[in-house]
């Protein structure tokens, strides 16, 4: 058994949708490369079968992986969650007490970051430090630049 893994309820259909996009779109498109490059003949000098095999061989791998990833699959039941303080699926608003910056960023399981998106792993540097911090505390947090100083100015969800 893999490890269990928490996903909101949009990234866990994610998973299922790429899983259901290898084995019902990729896998029938690789079983048609190996049938055409078997028609051409002499299979023990054919580079494009060997090619097609080995690609059918990973594409399988992947398909199991994701499907563990989908058994293995909890989903956070958000209602259960104190809105308090930060924890995950929390949207915080955070502001960096020595350039006066405002940041806003939402705690996402790691497989769901976009940091485009304002979205932060749970186990991101500067997540990891705002975990149950509530409006008002500060929070000295190593980042790769080094020791940054923050205040929680605001988290909802």
């Keep these: 058994m893999g490890d269990i893994k928490y996903y909101t309820k949009e990234g866990l259909q994610a998973l299922k949708d790429q899983l259901d996009h290898l084995m019902n779109i990729e896998r ?3 079983s048609q490369m190996i ?31 994701q499907q563990t990833l989908v058994m293995n699959a909890r989903i956070i039941d958000e209602s259960k969650i104190d809105a308090s303080k930060v924890l995950i699926l929390s949207s915080v608003k ?3 007490l020595t ?11 790691e497989s769901e970051a976009n940091l485009k998106s304002g979205k932060i792993s749970v186990t ?4 990891k ?8 505390d ?13 205040e929680v100015i605001e988290i909802s969800r």
């Design 94 to 96: 955070i502001r960096n």
């Design 28 to 30: 029938p498109k690789i």
């Design 129 to 136: 430090g705002l975990l149950g911090k509530k409006v008002g």
């Design 138 to 150: 500060q929070v000295e947090i190593t980042v790769p630049a080094g020791i940054v100083l923050f």
């Design 35 to 65: 049938a055409e490059a078997r028609d051409k003949g002499d299979l023990s000098e054919n580079a494009e079968y060997d090619a097609a095999k080995e690609y059918q061989g990973l594409l399988e791998l992947k398909i199991s992986k």
């Design 99 to 109: 350039n006066g910056a405002i940041m806003a960023y939402t705690l996402v399981p």
């Design 124 to 127: 991101s540097p500067i997540a």
